[in-house]
């Protein structure tokens, strides 16, 4: 399928409806070649690219941020760019304006990028994403379907037990999540080898899926499943390119 064909004309087509604002859900927003590309890449990366965690892998591109949640500046690699950064800047929030999910952060576009890869098994923690970066999550999935479980706090500001909402992560969609969803919510991945129970009525993003079908009484079993989070860090120092350290030469 052409993913430049079934794109929405306008971001609010593909809005979650279902959960407190904002979150938008795109299927096929890449194509399986250009998924396959960028997974060629990521496994092409030189081995010291990767940190492994106690339950998944990651690379961190341009660099990790310094103690101060700074970045050094460097521009992300081309690979990165082409075609996730290009196609998500021409989409535009409503067809009233046209402004895309980054005009109003500090650079106007993602200058960050995680990768992260889960076998099945592998999660991550819930947690917030927190104040380095400007409040939009741009994440594009690879290889194999996820849940992301999305958990409101108690009271006394601790988290809930149970996730509030559910999102169906699909390969080669893109998912966007923004404002209160990103302020206000903890999201975190399950360590379990498959997501169950997942049906119309508990997954929040279930009318925009490309292929509920492949959903098997309401259990998904997982594979290995990698993500490409594109984020716009605030802080971001010249001192990168001053001194070349991360400069292509
Ligand atoms: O892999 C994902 O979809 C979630 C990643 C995540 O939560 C993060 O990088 O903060």
Same mark, same amino acid.
């Given at each position: 399928?052409?993913?430049?064909?079934?794109?929405?004309?306008?971001?609010?087509?593909?809005?979650?409806?279902?959960?407190?604002?904002?979150?938008?859900?795109?299927?096929?927003?890449?194509?399986?070649?250009?998924?396959?590309?960028?997974?060629?890449?990521? !496994?092409?990366? +030189? %081995?010291? /690219?990767?940190?492994?965690?106690?339950?998944?892998? @990651?690379? #961190?591109?341009?660099?990790?941020? =310094?103690?101060?949640?700074?970045?050094?500046?460097?521009?992300?690699?081309?690979?990165?760019?082409?075609?996730?950064?290009?196609?998500?800047?021409?989409?535009?929030?409503?067809?009233?304006?046209?402004?895309?999910?980054?005009?109003?952060?500090?650079?106007?576009?993602?200058?960050?990028?995680?990768?992260?890869?889960?076998?099945?098994?592998?999660?991550?923690?819930?947690?917030?994403?927190?104040?380095?970066?400007?409040?939009?999550?741009?994440?594009?999935?690879?290889?194999?379907?996820?849940?992301?479980?999305?958990?409101?706090?108690?009271?006394?500001?601790?988290? !809930?037990?149970? +996730? %509030?909402? /559910?999102?169906?992560?699909?390969?080669?969609?893109? @998912?966007? #999540?923004?404002?209160?969803?990103? =302020?206000?919510?903890?999201?975190?991945?399950?360590?379990?080898?498959?997501?169950?129970?997942?049906?119309?009525?508990?997954?929040?993003?279930?009318?925009?899926?490309?292929?509920?079908?492949?959903?098997?009484?309401?259990?998904?079993?997982?594979?290995?499943?990698?993500?490409?989070?594109?984020?716009?860090?605030?802080?971001?120092?010249?001192?990168?390119?001053?001194?070349?350290?991360?400069?292509?030469?």
């Amino acid at each position: 399928m052409d993913a430049l064909a079934s794109l929405p004309s306008c971001l609010e087509e593909s809005r979650i409806g279902s959960l407190p604002a904002d979150a938008f859900y795109i299927k096929d927003f890449i194509s399986p070649e250009e998924e396959q590309a960028l997974l060629e890449k990521i !496994e092409a990366a +030189p %081995k010291p /690219r990767w940190k492994s965690l106690a339950h998944r892998r @990651l690379q #961190t591109w341009p660099s990790d941020l =310094t103690k101060s949640n700074t970045l050094l500046e460097s521009a992300l690699p081309n690979w990165l760019l082409e075609p996730v950064v290009t196609r998500l800047l021409s989409l535009q929030t409503s067809t009233k304006t046209n402004d895309h999910i980054f005009s109003v952060s500090p650079h106007g576009a993602p200058n960050h990028v995680l990768i992260n890869e889960y076998k099945p098994s592998q999660g991550i923690m819930p947690h917030r994403d927190g104040s380095a970066y400007h409040p939009v999550v741009c994440t594009v999935s690879l290889g194999s379907s996820i849940t992301l479980d999305i958990y409101d706090t108690k009271e006394d500001g601790t988290r !809930e037990n149970e +996730p %509030k909402y /559910r999102i169906f992560q699909e390969p080669r969609s893109l @998912l966007i #999540t923004t404002g209160k969803l990103y =302020t206000d919510f903890l999201h975190g991945i399950s360590e379990n080898d498959q997501d169950t129970n997942l049906s119309p009525e508990s997954v929040s993003n279930w009318d925009l899926l490309a292929s509920p079908e492949k959903i098997t009484n309401g259990t998904w079993q997982r594979a290995t499943r990698t993500s490409l989070t594109y984020r716009d860090v605030i802080k971001v120092s010249k001192l990168g390119n001053k001194f070349g350290i991360f400069r292509k030469r």
